[in-house]
């Protein structure tokens, strides 16, 4: 199917660039005339995606495939992994350390923000070599 | 009640001047934690926060608030300035709580109505 592709690579623990991608797509989306409900869904999912790989997985690369029908995301890090995807994806669970904290992360909100602000999100994750998390948000 | 009425109003300093001035403001919204806000933070508020950090600047401009004021004389460090700059967002400061900060910000809104 014919589609925009729009690559991504993320740098770890770069807070003064953290949020620049996500950023990159919503001005793109913007310019190619989506609903901004469906840009507001994107750039806050994206961005949790984002920082999650800032925060807690030394980086990674982002893949945003755009079609008429729908956008992708697919956030894949080579990070620690996540040892309990149920309970990470719960409210209020965090494993930030305190000097992220101290600027205003570590709400435990990110995955849960994720989860309902996209149709589909899926989680594949291994311990040790990384994770790649898949999520859409379906256009009109 | 919009943006620039904030300005106008001259109970807030000015830290950075945005560039969609006339939008109107939906509500004032009040959180420090950015996950939180980037979930609840209704398109068009006035954010109101303490944290005066470049994630604050990244969170508003992708929940698409209308502003940032900044309460209790919390600052933006450079790195965030710049990107208030960059990402045209109004950013006002106050030295009021959050919450009397935001007060205002909703009487002035329902006195419009
Ligand atoms: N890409 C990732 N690699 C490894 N662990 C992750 C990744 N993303 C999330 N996690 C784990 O899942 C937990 C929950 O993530 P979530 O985004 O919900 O909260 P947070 O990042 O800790 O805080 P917040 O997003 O509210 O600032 C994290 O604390 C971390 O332990
Ligand atoms: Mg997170």
């Given at each position: 199917m014919e589609g925009i592709v729009l690559n991504y690579t993320i740098s770890p623990d770069d807070f003064t660039r953290a949020g620049e991608a996500s950023s990159d797509v919503k001005r793109k989306l913007k310019q190619l005339g989506v609903s901004p409900e469906a840009v507001r869904k994107v750039a806050i999912a994206m961005y949790e995606g984002e920082i999650n790989m800032v925060i807690h997985a030394n980086g990674g690369e982002i893949t945003v495939e755009i079609t008429p029908e729908r956008i992708l995301m697919i956030l894949a890090d080579s990070g620690?992994?996540?040892?309990?995807v149920e309970k990470a994806m719960q409210a209020g669970y965090s494993t930030a350390p305190d000097e992220v904290r101290s600027l205003g992360?570590?709400?435990?909100m990110g995955l849960p923000n994720m989860k309902s602000y996209t149709d589909d999100l899926k989680i594949e994750t291994k311990l040790g070599v990384g994770t790649t998390i898949t999520m859409e948000v379906r256009l009109e | 009640m919009q943006v620039q009425d904030l300005i106008d109003s001259g109970r807030f300093k000015v830290i950075s001047l945005g560039e969609d001035r006339e939008r109107e403001l939906t509500t004032p919204f009040c959180c420090d934690l950015l996950s939180v806000a980037m979930g609840h933070a209704p398109s068009g508020c006035a954010w109101v926060t303490v944290m005066g950090n470049i994630n604050t600047l990244a969170v508003a401009s992708l929940a698409d608030a209308a502003c940032i004021i900044l309460a209790e004389g919390a600052a933006l460090d450079e790195a965030a300035a710049n990107k208030a700059r960059m990402q045209e967002i109004t950013v006002l400061g106050t030295e009021e709580p959050v919450f009397e900060a935001a007060l205002w910000v909703w009487q002035q809104m329902k006195g419009q109505d």
């Open positions: 620690p992994g996540i040892p309990d992360f570590g709400a435990g | -």
